[in-house]
């Protein structure tokens, strides 16, 4: 049940106290009525009756309307202020609610009593819900680990509490309309004013990171700024309320982080130039020394054999196995050349590599290959033995876990990048193998192709396949 409202009517006349009364009753407003014929006695009737509503004559003190008012407004600030009174002139009316006076009530209309006493209260509420949203707003903002800062439709800032000021090292008045800018750093300050402005012309949200120089202690913070705009209820754009959050210690970490990265990457790029080298040195003189010793013994045993005319089958016998046993290492040591660093990829191209590379694999384990290779891309050797080597593992991949039946192979120049594709129609990689930290495989696929500014792109389908796409710009268009 409501509880009855507060009303503290000050009037001399007793009629006008049973008028008052008579008519508060027809408007059914539940009311309590605490009657005074002094202004001696108001102090102590807001102390303990505390009024919802103060209703007076402001003939009572025979004073101007407007010095009664202020009297009155002087003890209670907030409480709700109707004049009733039994003149009716438009000047006193006009003075009266200039004063301060919540409504004006004419005696002989008092039928306007209980809607203008509902309204007065209707709005004493009102106003002291935006007090009190005022207050937490002022609390928070005092009491907030992050810098606020509101902003009228115009993008002008309007008021920044005492964090932002630490944060970016302006006072209110210095950030005050477009001043906040002078904060950001020089480096980041055209960036913000052109995003910042895009936002309030198209009345969207805020949200970038970029540093800001504190001028009182030369100290460079990295900031996180956003900003949300705030409508009228007509849909008109009120202004933005925002917040700036000190990020600097994450986004040095993230540099950090970067920076080792980098420094990963070049080792890994120098550690792979480095194998490639050894590679290509091992694999030339096993090719170039051991392969023409291994040629010089077998004609050596050759001519031995021809030579000997022992009628001594064992002895001739040896001769051949001998022989047969150095045509085998020969062709083991050829293998393991190829292996190694394949000569065809150095001598002939990229593209007559992977064709034959393709091949091999194909009469070694049944798997069909189609080829739709470019011969003529114009390829530094560092590109094509990344290439190659991606292309290799690729294949090792698909012999070991694709199940494939065939694989379609495509080289190809596209613009400043060219693109090699290995498809095949096996059951598919699932997600969970890609992010599988152990696949090293693929991983280092990604690096050799991230160690030129290029991308692979692992694609599977179940029970349809796998798609490897790799793409690495040509040399002169990497950076």
Known sequence: MAKPTRILFIE?????VAFFSNEMRKSGLEYEI???????????ALDDFSPEVIIVDFNIAELKPSDTISILKNMTAITPLIIYSDILDEEIVVECMRSGATDYVFK????????????AIDKRRVQEELRLSKERFNTLAKVSTVGIFLASADGYYLYVNDRWSDIAGLSYDQAFGDGFLTAVHS???????TEWHRCVREQLPFQSEYRIFRESDKAELWVMGQALPEFNTDGSLAGFVGTITDITERMLAEIEIDSSRKQLRALTV????IREEERTHIAREIHDDLGQALTGLKMDLVWMSNKMQSSDEALQKRMRSMIDLTDTTIHKVRKLATDLRPGILDDIGLAAAIEWQGRDYGERTGIGFSFHLDEHLPMDEKRSTAFFRIFQESLT????HAQAANVAISLRRDGTNVILTIEDDGKGIAQ???ANPRSVGILGMK?????FNGEVNVIGVPNKGTTVRVRIPLAEYST
């Not at 002989?108 to 309204?119: D, E, V, Y």
């Not at 480096?187 to 004013?193: F, P, Q, T």
């Open 397 to 400: 991949n698909v012999v070991r």
């Open 187 to 193: 480096h980041d300050r055209k960036r913000i004013r």
């Open 12 to 16: 001399k006349k007793q009629e006008s």
């Open 432 to 434: 969970n193998e890609l």
């Open 447 to 451: 690096e050799r192709a991230a160690s």
């Open 108 to 119: 002989q209309h008092s039928i306007r009593l209980g809607p203008a006493i509902a309204n």
């Open 34 to 44: 605490r009657h005074l014929t002094s202004f001696d006695l108001i102090p102590e």
């Open 270 to 273: 120098r550690l792979q130039n």
